[in-house]
């Protein structure tokens, strides 16, 4: 089912960053994690931002995997348990925004930002450089269990995006599953069938993640 001129949010930094060393003690792996608020209007184009790299090209960028979006409506909950300011890509996300959430975001669903229009293909899945960027080894983990992952954007239409700008949604897809769900699902119900059918049939959904979840529920019906 969809829905149309579903809420309204807002844009709040455009974050870029081109892949660099990151360390944490004695490890060092090049990451594109350490991005930061970009000055005035930024293309979004279908390959992603300019100004913008990844590293690690397999889990990261390409048109499914456009943008990365944070939504800072989780700020005080990451303040009170790191004890210090989470600013504007602390997530290594493209995209900080307020007014939306995980819970009522689908996969799927259709938004306009600026000039570019955006839908949602898959959650935001957290790795160790996440945890190596804050000295918390185990955040990854903690961002899995609250929830908060954030999400990627595809560029359905090429525009200019700026801090400030209002966030529509066009088209809400109801009848999809949350990005919280669709996370909780690839995190925690590897084994659940429904679950995995029902992220596998989200309209919308990107091609590595359709890839994932047809091989879990390919192998559980096999019997492995």
């Not at 892949?19 to 005035?40: C, D, F, N, W, Y």
């Not at 279908?46 to 790299?53: F, I, K, S, T």
Request: charged residues 25%.
């Amino acid at each position: 089912m969809k829905e149309t001129n579903s809420g309204e949010g807002a844009l709040l930094s455009v974050n870029v960053g081109m892949p660099a060393e990151l360390r944490h003690g004695s490890k060092t792996v090049e990451s594109g994690i350490l991005k930061v608020p970009a000055e005035g209007p930024v293309r979004a184009l279908r390959n992603g931002l300019p100004g913008d790299g990844q590293a690690d090209k397999v889990n990261h960028g390409g048109p499914d995997r456009a943008a990365c979006v944070y939504t800072y409506d989780h700020r005080s909950y990451w303040e009170n348990l790191w004890g210090k300011p989470c600013g504007f890509g602390a997530f290594g996300e493209n995209f900080s925004i307020s007014g939306y959430r995980e819970t009522d975001v689908h996969i799927g669903d259709i938004f306009r930002i600026g000039t570019a229009l955006f839908q949602v293909t898959q959650p935001r899945m957290p790795c160790f450089k996440l945890g190596m960027r804050h000295g918390r080894p185990l955040l990854p983990d903690e961002v899995l269990k609250s929830g908060f992952t954030g999400w990627y954007f595809r560029v359905l239409e090429e525009g200019a995006v700026a801090a400030g700008d209002r966030i529509t949604r066009i088209e809400k897809r109801t009848d999809s599953p949350t990005v919280a769900e669709a996370a909780h699902t690839a995190a925690y119900r590897k084994r659940d069938r429904d679950a995995i059918r029902r992220v596998l049939e989200a309209d919308g959904l990107s091609a590595d993640w359709r890839d994932m979840m047809a091989g879990r529920l390919a192998k559980l019906e096999a019997g492995e």
